[in-house]
């Protein structure tokens, strides 16, 4: 026999809907019990879904029990309700399908630490969404669906777990992208920046040096970071902060190639690296190379090749260029066997670009100027130096109008130095043309994520930091080029998809939850309706093909 329950009912009675319990007298019989609650407008003052409130509870009830008894109940049960409203960011979910196939985290070492991953997975996902420090993620847990039972100490011992691991992560990405064909090693793109510390206590790899933010008193690092083709970063490494750019290559350069284990590569980079040291490293290591850089700092000799115009070889109305093969050489001008090639590059379109940027530096100089000359603080915001010159030795700058001059007369010339000698000079140029992502991920990094300024101290916790930002990026990158990719299999069409579009589509995927004495009564999912649809076509990719 079917044991008898309490039932929750709704009916319409003119214009108001009313809500009962019962007990069914059995199928089409009504009810043997029946009991008013009230009208569903009146017990919505009190709760937000009375309805499914009362299924919940009523479960509980003696079906004994009569109307006398119930009432008393019902009244303090709704009326006396604890009522929450959660809203959480739901988009975190799409990046842990990202973070999981690039297996980040797999082959760590053993821990006593039962959450030590979901912490770090957890600090990730904050990171790309939000920008957090480590302090915020641990504060702002309840924004999402994350609950994990561990302290704010426990945070920071994650960092520690992730810098002893830092190798194997950069290991497990890399092994990754080459397994899924979206990573070739042939060419790779390098560069340097600097992320500033708000503090100037100059300890470890915390040193003043020459700031590419213009914040040239405060403590900072200098970061190495390389890039496929793709413009997904390969690896990074950290360097105290008055390293200077040419300094920095040989040792990137050795690490890079015992982690990944790569042989032969073609490494572009731009003129800071361009010492004959640099230069020597890579012919005895059998690497190939392509350096650019404006002309302007070549040698007088060079110059005036560049300057010849009898020998340029037109491409089209906007670009012509020459080149010349000679032999490399050691330190002491002693030539070597090894055979250097060097593509000179015109472009109108680009020497329009040089006089704009020429300009508005001149521009700025003048509206900080006072009587003609600039002061040394001043002049830190404008971070080029190379039209001014000292007034005196401490304090004032003015302008230099013969470099000015000279600058002038090489707008638009771009120099290619490289050992690769069986390509044409326009497969040179589009190879080196593809810096820009590596630009970009400077931008994202530094801008989008908010690398700097850093608030950690010790060199654990800043080399950490560093590289949970550079998972965060690579994780951006990865998902982007992922999107893209399967948006052109699934559909036949090219949707361009930049870092911004992306994290906006997820910043507002927020879900409703709305709770009752700790019991979800409903689950709603609120977004604008564009980025609605962009973020239900992503999931259906991220579905139907990972």
Not at 169 to 197: G, H, M, P
Not at 241 to 257: A, C, P, Y
Not at 315 to 332: A, C, G, I, L, V
Not at 462 to 491: G, M, N, R, T
Request: proline share 2%; net charge positive; glycine share 4%.
């Amino acid at each position: 026999m079917k044991k008898d329950k309490w039932l929750v009912t709704k009916s319409k009675k003119k214009d108001t809907y009313y809500v009962s319990i019962g007990i069914s007298a059995g199928y089409g019989k009504g009810y043997k019990k029946l009991i008013g609650v009230g009208s569903l407008d009146e017990l919505m003052k009190y709760h937000p879904d009375p309805i499914n409130a009362l299924k919940t509870e009523c479960e509980n009830w003696d079906t004994e029990w009569d109307r006398n008894k119930l009432k008393p109940i019902i009244d303090d049960f709704l009326k006396k309700s604890t009522n929450k409203i959660k809203i959480t960011n739901y988009s975190l979910e799409i990046l842990d399908k990202f973070i999981n196939k690039l297996k980040i985290f797999e082959n760590m070492s053993s821990t006593k630490s039962k959450n030590v991953i979901d912490v770090l997975r957890y600090m990730l996902q904050k990171r790309i969404i939000e920008k957090s420090s480590i302090f915020r993620c641990f504060n702002t847990q309840e924004d999402t669906d994350t609950d994990l039972p561990v302290s704010k100490t426990s945070f920071y011992n994650a960092l520690d777990y992730l810098f002893d691991n830092k190798e194997q992560i950069l290991k497990n990405v890399n092994n990754q992208l080459v397994s899924e064909n979206k990573r070739k090693l042939q060419v790779l793109w390098y560069d340097t920046t600097t992320a500033y510390f708000e503090s100037f206590s100059r300890v470890g790899i915390r040193l003043p040096g020459f700031s590419k933010d213009g914040k040239f008193k405060e403590d900072q690092v200098v970061i190495g970071l390389i890039t496929d083709e793709n413009g997904i970063p390969l690896h990074y490494r950290l360097f105290p902060g008055n390293t200077t750019d040419s300094k920095t290559f040989i040792h990137f350069m050795l690490e890079m190639k015992r982690i990944y284990e790569i042989e032969k590569v073609v490494i572009v980079c731009d003129k800071g690296m361009s010492i004959n040291a640099n230069i020597r490293f890579l012919e005895a290591h059998g690497i190939d190379y392509i350096i650019s850089y404006r002309m302007k700092a070549g040698s007088k000799k060079v110059k005036e090749y560049v300057l010849k115009q009898d020998d340029y070889l037109n491409y089209s109305e906007d670009f012509k260029y020459k080149e010349q093969t000679y032999f490399s050489t050691w330190q002491n001008g002693r030539k070597t066997d090894k055979v250097r090639r060097r593509i000179i590059s015109y472009s109108s379109s680009r020497a329009s670009k040089d006089r704009k940027d020429r300009e508005n530096l001149i521009n700025n100089f003048y509206k900080k100027a006072k009587n003609g000359m600039v002061s040394a603080s001043d002049l830190n915001s404008i971070k080029k130096y190379k039209f001014f010159q000292k007034v005196n030795e401490d304090t004032l700058y003015k302008l230099n109008y013969d470099k000015i001059e000279e600058d002038e007369q090489f707008d638009g010339y771009y120099i290619y130095e490289t050992s690769l000698l069986n390509i044409s000079p326009n497969e040179i140029i589009s190879i080196y043309q593809k810096q820009w992502q590596i630009e970009e991920n400077f931008r994202v990094l530094k801008g989008t994520l908010e690398l700097r300024p850093m608030f950690v101290w010790t060199y654990k916790h800043i080399e950490a930091y560093v590289l949970l930002s550079f998972l965060a990026l690579v994780v951006l990158k990865y998902a982007i080029y992922w999107i893209q990719e399967h948006y052109i299999k699934d559909s036949g069409l090219v949707e361009n998809i930049t870092v911004t579009k992306f994290l906006d589509i997820l910043k507002v995927a927020q879900k409703i939850t709305k709770e009752v004495n700790g019991i979800v009564v409903s689950v709603e999912y609120e977004n604008s309706k564009k980025l609605n649809n962009d973020l239900q076509y992503i999931e259906k990719l991220v579905t139907k093909y990972m």
